[in-house]
């Protein structure tokens, strides 16, 4: 009879209310496992479509996977999503960061750089709905990473969409509306497809979206290349490596300049053997001479020994003393005869490793941060004149910024190059990305980039962002080829900011008028 009665009280009505509240609380659990799952899977897609992988294809994919993750739900949750999507980009793009220095750094950034995701995922929700839905989601985007690339400490425009777009069909209109006008295309195609897959009667005006931004990147590779002013010149760009990986490699500088020195005088004996056509100029990296060439007589003998073997100035990337404590980090041009003239200092230095923010907090917080430099930021437009051409000096990291590399472009600059440090980053995937950056500088502002590294990858870029010539990690090797300096501006150059701070006005009315429409409601509620 107990046992009757049991049953009878589990088939009863609160029995089966119990069942189907615990079969609804485990449905809401996996739901909500799911979209978790589907928001780091679009960030992992995003991941994939930047080098070394370079599976273009997967960005707009993974923004459409995100788009649909975040329709239907709460600010709240969008939020929260979008924060889960960004950690599922960032983690795996940026382990560069910690790899000698320990994981902290590493997720620290991470986490930092994915509230951009949950911001942009805050927005969403709302504009699904709207008329031109793509349009405005990827005016948002393109805000989110404006600001992104200013703030904090300068910004960090590194995992910027257009940077993993250098193998993709839309690299070519970099030249027209730029590095945030590239990701506004690829956040708009992946909105249309997004919008495409959950409606089924907006399928054919979305798939037609699709196809315009297709045919848009076609007609840009159709385009013919204008005439330019100059022939091309001759150059050569001198890997010397480093002794050693991490981030004591510059406790030997003496072997890093000597590296450099070796590798030039090798290259000269091959010009007076007639093996290889003698340049304008030499490229070296930065750091190629981290002894200081104006206090160090011997330095400076060094780097002019190289330079009158090869009979032409070498730009020659060094740590110069201030005499108060802090350093700059300058690029020099050396002429076999006259020695250093012009430099430029690198103007965008990196925060916690070229200068520490907050000094006393970050010391306490990880024992690497006292290693951070104390160098001064320098000013000017980046441009010197070697072997008879302007060129931007754009040192490493700066190549992720927008401004510096248009700023030196319109000063009149015919050649990019990209002195550039690795080896303290080891065998990572930070100079196959670095590279990418430098491709879609070369279409944005239709020039050849050279790219020099201490210890790879060093490469010749093709003013189409092919790279004609490249260099393996850690070891030493010279490039040589020629290359056309130009000094036509591209659209994109000429316009510079404006359309990016556009989809930034763009969002601030927007958000205006939705304040608007929600005091109007308050309103009418009340009375």
Known sequence: MSTLLSRAHEDGPEGRGSRNGWAMATRVVAVSSARVGAAVASGYLLYLSFPPRGWWFLAPIGIAVLIVTLRGRSIRKAVGFGY????????????????????????????????AFAVFAAFVPTMVGLRWAPVWIACTWTAVEAVRARVPFGGFPWGRLAFGQADGPLLPLASWVGAPGLSFVVVAVG???????????????????????????????????????????TVAVVQGNVPRLGLDFNAQRRAVLDNHVRATVELAAKVAAGELSRPAFVVWPENSSDVDPYRNADAAAQITTAARAVGVPILVGAVVSNGDGTTRNSVIVWDPRTGPGQTSDKRQLVPFGEYLPLRGLMTKLSPYAAQAGRFVAGTGSGVVTIGGVPIAVTTCYEVAFDRLVRQSVRAGAKIITVPTNNATFGRTNMTYQQLAMSRVRAVEHDRAVLVAATS?????????????????????????????????????????????????????????????????VRRGGAS
């Open 456 to 520: 790879g990858v060093s490469a010749v870029i093709t003013a189409d962002g092919r790279v004609e010539q490249r260099t393996r990690l850690f070891t030493a090797d010279v490039l040589v080829t020629r290359v056309e300096p130009r000094s036509d501006l591209t659209v994109a150059t000429r316009l510079g900011a404006g359309p990016e701070w556009g989809t930034v006005a763009a969002i601030a009315i927007f958000l205006l008028g939705a304040t608007r429409r929600r005091l109007t």
């Open 191 to 233: 909105a249309a497809l997004a919008g495409a897959v959950v409606s089924a009667a907006a399928l054919r005006w979305r798939a037609f979206a699709v196809l315009a931004a297709m045919a848009i990147a076609s007609a840009a590779v159709m385009v013919p290349a204008a005439a330019h002013d100059k022939p091309g010149i």
């Open 84 to 115: 889960v999507a960004g950690l599922g980009f960032f983690v795996p793009l940026l382990p560069w960061v910690g790899v000698y220095v320990g994981a902290l750094p590493w997720l620290a950034l991470s986490a930092a750089q994915a509230v």
